[in-house]
């Protein structure tokens, strides 16, 4: 395991499950086709809490170009890394929802609507406004990353003045961090709040033959990539200035 191998498998599989609800609630035939949003923003939580298990011990969990980004603007990881943890980040993101399509063939056969099928692999606006929709971007990771900022390691005493480390219950505020920018902030763009997320998948909607697919909506494609990266920056700014 290198912090290259644990950014790429911790995206695939926080992808492979993120697109996997939304394929699960939206596609035909599915067993929890309609499940609605309180579905998909749990799931998408619980996601990013395995995809973190898997890659914390051994490259952070960045699992988000915005994220890397964000450490980089304010000093806590070094820019010579940042390429690396980008690279890996996309390409798991394209092994995630290329997996998605993989299990979910059939209902993708199934359902007549090509927007549902493009849905699974990457976000488009509500209502489109190009400015409210990259706001909501920026808004959506600010408060992702500003979190990231203030996390503490997790740890309780064991009475003696020793600190115990939680290991895998430390990813826990982070989905939930993540589960209520879905609740809250997500039903105007779908909270993209990570370009790997959506671009990554977007290139793969684009290239797989999906039966009865419609285009892969490259006119909308840069906000949910510049709006997280805008919203990382404001984040690592505001850290910097408090701190």
């Known amino acids: 395991m290198t912090p290259f191998i644990a950014e790429l498998l911790g995206t695939a599989l926080l992808i492979l499950l993120g697109g996997g609800i939304v394929a699960n ?17 749990t799931a998408w939580g619980l996601a990013v809490f395995v995809g973190v298990v898997v890659a914390g ?14 450490l980089a603007v304010s000093g806590l990881f070094p820019w010579a890394d940042v390429p690396t943890y980008l690279a890996a980040e996309f390409l798991g993101a394209m092994i995630g929802s290329s997996l998605v399509y993989l299990m979910y ?7 007549e609507d090509g927007g549902l099928k493009r849905a699974v692999f990457c976000t488009d606006p509500a209502i489109p406004n190009n400015f409210r929709n990259i706001v909501s971007e920026i808004l959506g990771t600010f408060v992702l990353v500003i979190c990231v900022f203030y996390f503490a390691d997790a740890e309780i005493s064991d009475g003696s003045g ?3 480390g939680l290991g895998s219950i430390g990813a826990i505020p982070v989905a939930f961090v993540v589960w209520g920018i ?14 790997a997320r959506d671009l990554g998948p977007r290139i793969v909607h684009a290239l797989l033959p999906i039966k009865g697919k419609i285009d ?4 909308y494609a840069w906000i949910p990539v510049l709006g997280p990266i805008l919203g990382a920056i404001i984040a690592a700014s ?3 200035v408090l701190n």
């Open 162 to 164: 020793t600190k115990v």
């Open 182 to 195: 879905g609740l809250s902030l997500g039903g105007t763009t779908g909270y993209a709040i990570n370009p």
């Open 25 to 41: 609630d939206l596609l035909s035939k599915t067993k929890g086709n309609g499940g609605g949003w309180m579905t998909i923003t």
């Open 57 to 70: 011990p051994y490259s952070g969990a960045h699992l988000n170009p915005a994220v890397t980004i964000g």
């Open 238 to 240: 505001l850290y910097l």
């Open 105 to 111: 063939k059939d209902h993708f056969d199934a359902t």
């Open 216 to 219: 892969s909506g490259w006119g």
